[in-house]
């Protein structure tokens, strides 16, 4: 059964403004997710997952994504490092891990940026390097990892005799250290975090597939997984700045009469409201291509991601300024989405990159040369 994202979002709604003020998502509510089921949405019931699909999952992340990307934000990471085991992850590590991330028992980092390699992943330095003992050494510096704070376990990706490699590196070993990341644009409730792994050794069980496959394989469906939550998390802030916009227009009075009775007033209401519906035609697209297995569903969810993320940004800015100086408040939805929004248009591939991508896509599509 697919937990009630829509309820728990209602219930938490009050205390989203403080999360951001604060800079972190308090841990009886990261607790509480994992209790309700919304960190194993899309694991099989095995895993203790509720094995909803890829729709499900999408409205979980809309619903959450609504009152705030930090809570979305958990899922995301959460479930980009849980579908990266189920696809990749030998028997043992799939038994021993999906499980407790499942019920948030224990909470997953996904430490693959550095200091120059961000959207292009390939320019990762991290060693992971075997020993003869048989075990591994992980040493490099990561940056930006969501719930990095707290996180109990991270998936590196790093490089094992020139070859991209994952491993799973638990937080308690000795080696791992952290520096929380405080006061940035946006998702200020994440607990970002920069990361080093200086010497810091693991059982070569903890190896996630072999070495060669750590990008195109492991961080690929982890990234790909990221870009489907993060987009219908875009959908949900999407739509919450449209709803919030139009009750705000039709209470304000400008000289005795509605904001939402002058004409430009009404052509920008009902632009945001079809962006929010295209992004999320878009996403309910990639969700079904995503549940039919088809080849082309990466496709669809970046060009997902790239849209409903422009979406996101787009809507919350005209939000804001529909709003005035009430947008501009220190607790405005508004420009908590519009702070969040542009973070979106970066994370799991900037836009400028998806642009390329999509545009490869394209041309291969059409039986040109890209």
């Not at 728990?8 to 009050?14: K, N, Q």
């Not at 209401?269 to 999320?280: G, M, P, Q, S, Y």
Request: charged share 20%.
């Amino acid at each position: 059964m697919t937990p009630d994202a829509a309820a728990f979002a209602d219930a938490v709604r009050g205390r989203a403004a403080g999360w951001d003020l604060e800079g972190e998502l308090p841990s009886d509510v990261r607790a509480a997710a994992g209790v309700a089921g919304l960190l194993g949405v899309g694991l099989p019931a095995r895993y203790g997952g509720s094995g909803g699909t890829p729709h499900e999952l999408g409205e979980v992340c809309a619903s959450l994504g609504g009152v705030c990307s930090a809570l979305r934000g958990l899922v995301t990471v959460q479930g980009m490092v849980t579908a990266a085991l189920l696809r990749w992850g030998s028997g043992e590590q799939r038994g021993r891990w999906l499980p407790e991330l499942a019920r948030g028992a224990r909470i997953a980092g996904f430490a693959a940026t550095e200091q120059g390699a961000g959207s292009d992943l390939t320019g990762v330095k991290t060693r992971i390097d075997e020993d003869d003992d048989g075990s591994l050494t992980v040493r490099g510096a990561k940056k930006w990892v969501t719930f990095g704070q707290v996180a109990d376990v991270f998936l590196v990706l790093g490089r094992t005799g020139g070859r991209p490699a994952c491993a799973l590196v638990e937080a308690d070993r000795p080696g791992v250290e952290l520096e929380p990341v405080e006061g940035q644009l946006g998702m200020r409730a994440a607990q970002i975090a920069h990361v080093r792994f200086d010497g810091v050794r693991v059982p070569l069980a903890n190896q996630v597939a072999p070495p060669g496959f750590g990008l195109s394989h492991v961080a690929a469906t982890a990234l790909d997984h990221g870009r489907f939550t993060a987009a219908w998390g875009c959908v949900g802030m999407a739509d919450a700045c449209v709803r919030l916009a139009a009750a705000h227009v039709t209470r304000r009075t400008q000289r005795g009469v509605p904001l939402a009775e002058h004409q430009l007033v009404r052509s920008a209401l009902a632009k945001a409201a079809v962006d929010a519906a295209a992004a999320r035609a878009l996403c309910a697209r990639a969700s079904r291509l995503r549940s039919d297995g088809d080849p082309e569903a990466p496709a669809a969810t970046m060009i997902a991601k790239y849209a409903a993320a422009r979406a996101a940004a787009t809507v919350s800015r005209g939000t804001v300024q529909l709003l005035g100086s009430a947008g501009c408040e220190r607790d405005s939805l508004a420009a908590r989405f519009f702070r969040d929004a542009k973070v979106m248009e970066i994370t799991e591939g900037a836009a400028e990159v998806a642009e390329m991508n999509i545009a490869a896509h394209v041309l291969r599509g059409s039986g040109a040369n890209p």
